[in-house]
């Protein structure tokens, strides 16, 4: 009896495994940039070197490029990669290791954030030791962050999603806290804080939001180019394409604009054939037509 169990379980992920991967996964990643935030928090008690705006924005690039779940286009820095490219047409960059322009990428979703809360409060009495940047005692701290989050769609400038991003975080008892004033923001002096600790909970609700927001506006993958039998389609490893995945294509038709409002709300689109991925690489994959004919760059791939 054990020995027929044993035998099924080993036909079961035999069978599992020889079993070519439907595409299911498969799923490409969405292009987005983070603006500089906007600082609408009145009468600021914190240090004025402290670039708030700047700040948030940076970590929340961070942490959303440390998914790997989303691509991440740096905007806070354009102008050192404009100067870079600038200077690779000189003359003074050898032309092969020389900046091409023209190959930026283009974000689909632009991230716009804002900071509606950024507080601590202290209550109780403190005692003990107290200097200008450091205070030792009994004295509690209440931290409070609100963002304002929004998701903005690149091509209309229509807004896909919002949301309030907001965190508290207190310390009571005998504590170490650091004044607003003497340490960097974002440093590990001020992540140690209750407001360091609101500031991070409060990014990883917005990073939780927007993965969600464009985990259901993934792009549709699409045919570079076709050689013969071969198709080759714009995503590979980094979006999880695999060996064995099969995808429909679609042509694309007639543009279906909003009367209306002149907003141009898709293309009807028609089946013309199926693929299966034969060879991934990194940034693209390669494809062997199984059915259909007529596929050409541009038309649109999804998973079937």
């Known amino acids: 009896m054990k020995r027929r169990f044993l035998f099924l379980l080993v036909l079961i992920l035999l069978v599992c495994w020889l079993?070519?991967?439907q595409g299911s996964h498969a799923q490409g990643k969405m292009r987005v940039a983070v603006t500089k935030f906007e600082n609408k928090v009145k009468n600021p008690w914190w240090d004025k070197s402290w670039e708030i705006g700047d700040g948030l924005a940076e970590m929340l690039t961070t942490e959303l490029f440390k998914t790997g779940r989303v691509i991440v286009l740096e905007?806070?820095?354009v102008s050192d990669v404009v100067g870079e490219q600038q200077m690779g047409q000189t003359g003074l960059v050898r032309q092969e290791t020389a900046a091409q322009t023209g190959q930026m990428i283009g974000a689909q979703v632009v991230i716009r954030g804002a900071v509606t809360e950024f507080a601590q409060q202290?209550?109780?009495a403190r005692g003990g030791i107290s200097t200008r940047y450091f205070g030792l005692g009994g004295s509690s701290e209440n931290a409070h962050v609100a963002l304002d989050i929004r998701?903005?769609?690149a091509s209309t400038g229509q807004v896909i999603a919002s949301t309030n991003?907001?965190?508290k975080a207190a310390s009571t008892g005998v504590s170490a806290n650091i004044a607003p004033r003497g340490f960097s923001f974002g440093g590990e002096a001020f992540n140690s804080t209750p407001l360091g600790q609101a500031t991070r909970e409060a990014i990883s609700k917005a990073v939780a939001?927007?993965?969600e927001r464009t985990s259901t506006q993934a792009q549709a993958l699409a045919v570079v180019k076709v050689e013969a039998n071969e198709v080759?389609?714009?995503?590979g490893a980094s979006e999880n394409i695999r060996v064995g995945d099969r995808f429909t294509v679609y042509s694309k038709g007639e543009d279906l604009v909003d009367p209306t409002t002149g907003l141009k709300l898709g293309?009807?689109?028609?089946q013309i054939g199926t693929i299966e991925v034969v060879d991934v690489q990194e940034k693209f994959s390669i494809a062997t037509i199984t059915s259909g004919r007529g596929i050409k760059r541009g038309d649109a791939v999804k998973t079937r």
């Open 165 to 167: 991003a907001s965190a």
């Open 267 to 270: 293309s009807s689109q028609k």
């Open 122 to 124: 202290a209550s109780g």
């Open 75 to 77: 905007r806070a820095a």
């Open 209 to 211: 939001f927007i993965l």
């Open 151 to 153: 998701l903005i769609d």
């Open 232 to 235: 080759f389609i714009n995503a």
């Open 19 to 21: 079993i070519p991967s």
